[in-house]
């Protein structure tokens, strides 16, 4: 008798997605190193200076790292509660951070206890950072106001207060030390002009404001609340350019890549998307364990940085030349075939003892199933796979033996509802087109006499119905544009002459 065997599953291309220069360049990472703080990571941010260290501020205190080093090179912690927005000044000297207290705290890189401390808000200041001049600070606070501060004199400026919620995020010029940004839960942005004594530009994103950014240029602002990302022309009075909804819940921060040509969001979702500049598309995606809080790009994109809420640290770096090659210098190279066949054709001599072990062959359910002929339980079961390319071999399987039909009768409504729903999802599919649209056929014959007894397949089968018919048309049209191609390609072809024998030109 012979053996069974077992139903050959058909492998099919990939309908992947296609591997692009963008992709090449952000997989080009090292696996994540995380480090575990002492609570939610609120903000990162780099060093202009090489070696260029970061700053992470996390629940009471501002940790510093090396770019490589998974312990930090510096702690502030003079802090009396929860620590915001720690940034480095353009030269790398001075590090600037808001605190829950209200107090806003400047720090000299290389001491620790404060230069200076400026106090004049009410409530928690979640926005502190430097001017281009590098002697002034802005900040913004939950108490509705956003102000200038002096450093070498320690004064307050000018306070600005025409928000009317909390103001969480902001961000200054970097081509002109007067001009800056506010967003706030009011949903609106507006731009500030310190020799003016109120806004100068008003932007409504109609969600609350988590993050704001300035393009290289400054021709352009990009902000991000809700779950949307928007892009904002600041040559023409603030209009609106173009309006992202790519993520899933709340968008917390955006990011540049070093170039500025890639834009960076990450979100609530677990999610940092990376766009093209040009014409906004997703051009790759990272995922992440928890929701993501604050992201930062170090110069040249040599590391990806992602603060979490659980207060994980997650570290990409980037792969160097070496590392993409062998210890050697040279590329690595894949075993050949021939260590793979190693050994298949050896003959045993006189003198040796084989040793034969029979390999145990295990069926898969539905080849048990199809083994004891039980061909609507073996179909049942393929259905419960989420391969559809196992389905479509088991159908193709009974059609061959001649009971798809037997398979597909006798089933209440629960089963042929199930049925039919993978018919819709896959019938249109180019690789399972040809043996789907016979099973599809019998299930229409076989239960054409029961349509309107159960509103459920009732509802299906016109579904169905409608995706065929749609696909038709797809078909007619595709058969028309490609006579229509071959009628262009006809003509472009160069005429060639053909002497007739006998005809003789004088």
Request: proline share 4%.
């Amino acid at each position: 008798m012979a053996s069974f065997k077992p139903t050959k599953i058909q492998i099919y291309p990939q309908l992947g997605a296609k591997v692009t220069q963008d992709t090449l360049y952000w997989k080009n990472y090292k696996a994540p190193v995380q480090v575990k703080e002492f609570g939610a990571i609120t903000n990162i941010d780099f060093s202009p200076l090489a070696p260029h260290n970061y700053a992470v501020t996390a629940s009471t205190r501002i940790h510093i790292y090396g770019p490589f080093s998974q312990e930090p090179v510096k702690t502030f912690t003079r802090f009396k509660d929860t620590a915001y927005s720690g940034r480095f000044r353009s030269d790398g000297q001075l590090l600037v951070a808001g605190c829950e207290d209200s107090v806003v705290r400047l720090f000299d890189v290389s001491g620790k206890v404060a230069l200076r401390m400026f106090k004049g808000h009410t409530k928690a200041v979640h926005v502190a950072d430097f001017t281009s001049d590098c002697y002034h600070i802005l900040t913004c606070s939950d108490d509705y106001t956003c102000c200038l501060w002096d450093i070498p004199n320690s004064t307050e400026l000018t306070k600005y207060k025409e928000h009317s919620d909390y103001i969480r995020c902001g961000a200054t010029s970097k081509l002109n030390k007067d001009l800056f940004v506010t967003g706030s839960y009011d949903h609106t942005l507006k731009m500030f002009d310190a020799r003016v004594q109120k806004s100068v530009m008003t932007m409504d994103h109609n969600h609350p404001v988590e993050s704001v950014l300035f393009y290289p240029s400054e021709g352009l602002l990009v902000s991000a609340g809700g779950r949307y990302v928007k892009v904002w022309d600041l040559l023409k009075r603030g209009q609106p350019l173009v309006s992202l909804k790519n993520h899933h819940k709340t968008v917390t921060c955006l990011c540049l890549s070093g170039n500025g040509q890639r834009l960076l969001s990450a979100s609530l979702d677990r999610h940092v998307k990376v766009y093209n500049t040009t014409n906004y598309k997703v051009v790759h995606s990272f995922d992440y364990t928890a929701s993501i809080l604050s992201l930062a790009l170090a110069p040249e994109d040599e590391s990806v940085v992602v603060g979490m809420t659980n207060g994980i640290l997650s570290i990409k770096h980037r792969k160097t030349s070496e590392e993409k090659q062998g210890p050697t210098g040279q590329p690595r190279r894949q075993p050949v075939f021939r260590v793979f066949v190693k050994g298949r054709n050896c003959v045993p001599k006189q003198d040796d003892f084989l040793v034969s072990k029979s390999a145990k062959s295990h069926l898969a359910k539905y080849d048990k199933q199809l083994k004891r002929f039980n061909v609507s339980k073996a179909l049942d079961t393929a259905l419960e796979n989420r391969k559809p390319e196992i389905t479509v071999a088991v159908i193709k399987e009974l059609d061959r033996r001649g009971t798809l039909k037997n398979a597909l009768a006798g089933r209440d409504e629960q089963n042929l509802s199930q049925l039919v729903n993978f018919l819709i999802g896959n019938v249109v599919d180019p690789r399972f087109a040809p043996v789907l649209v016979t099973a599809t056929e019998m299930i229409l014959d076989i239960y054409k006499a029961v349509v309107g007894q159960s509103s459920v397949v009732d509802r299906q089968l016109v579904r169905l119905q409608e995706l065929v018919e749609r696909e038709i048309d797809y078909q007619q049209d595709l058969l028309e544009v490609l006579g229509m191609l071959d009628t262009l390609f006809a003509s472009t072809l160069p005429r060639k002459e053909v002497p007739c024998p006998g005809n003789t030109q004088l």
